[in-house]
């Protein structure tokens, strides 16, 4: 069965220093990813995709990730991140021609002043 | 701007009583999920409607039943509270049938059971 493992629960970083959230997936099938955040009291939001083409994509707010098929992940990246960026990650793969999102349980990231 | 809405942020209710739970999307979307999110558990599908009357069971839909008599509105319902299902309920919405796949989320409702 599909999985999606966020390794790390928590990621505390001081400001203007460059975070990664690491998400791994275990499907070998086609698939689509997602990096969504959570800011506090609110839904998710979509932060960036991967459907096809580039394995690299970006956000509008700085943040980046990579596919990567061989290692089957997915990590978030941000060179620079802001007091504003504190919120929690999800990562999320569907399998292609399916409806299931699987989730993974979440990162915190925590930017400290 | 797309809309997923929540008819209550916040509910308390006592063990034993019956819940809903509504979502409306204005987006014309297929598709609607209700999910249970716990902490360190992550998003946990209860169950999934890809269009009006119909329905799937997610990975957790015991203690719970759905309603989609419209297309913009899919209502969650605990037939009898349970201290366990004290936790926040998000709905989604979807496109189907076009690739994109996005979840499109409500700001959640957090409920209570005492």
């Known amino acids: 069965a599909q999985s999606v493992t966020q390794l790390d629960s928590q990621v505390p970083v001081f400001e203007e220093a460059p975070v990664e959230l690491r998400c791994n997936y275990s499907s070998s099938v086609s698939v689509y990813l997602f990096w969504y955040v959570q800011y506090p009291n609110q839904g998710l939001q979509l932060l960036l995709k991967y459907l096809s083409g580039s394995t690299l994509v970006e956000s509008i707010n700085g943040f980046e990730a990579e596919f990567n098929k061989s290692q089957t992940s997915f990590h978030l990246r941000k060179p620079s991140v802001h007091i504003s960026d504190t919120a929690e990650y999800f990562c999320a793969v569907i399998t292609s021609g399916t409806y299931k999102y699987i989730f993974g349980t979440g990162t915190r990231l925590k930017v400290l002043a | 701007d797309v809309k997923v809405t929540q008819s209550s942020r916040y509910l308390v209710k006592r063990t034993g009583e019956k819940v809903f739970l509504e979502c409306v999307q204005d987006?014309?979307?297929?598709?609607m999920f209700w999910y249970r999110q716990d902490p360190g558990l992550g998003l946990r599908l209860i169950y999934f409607s890809y269009d009006v009357k119909m329905k799937e069971k997610g990975d957790i839909p015991e203690g719970y039943s759905v309603s989609r008599e419209k297309k913009e509105r899919f209502s969650l319902i605990l037939e009898s509270a349970s201290t366990n299902q004290t936790s926040m309920y998000l709905c989604a919405s979807s496109h189907q049938g076009v690739n994109t796949g996005e979840l499109f989320f409500g700001e959640g409702s957090r409920l209570t059971v005492l």
């Open positions: 987006m014309d979307h297929e598709n």
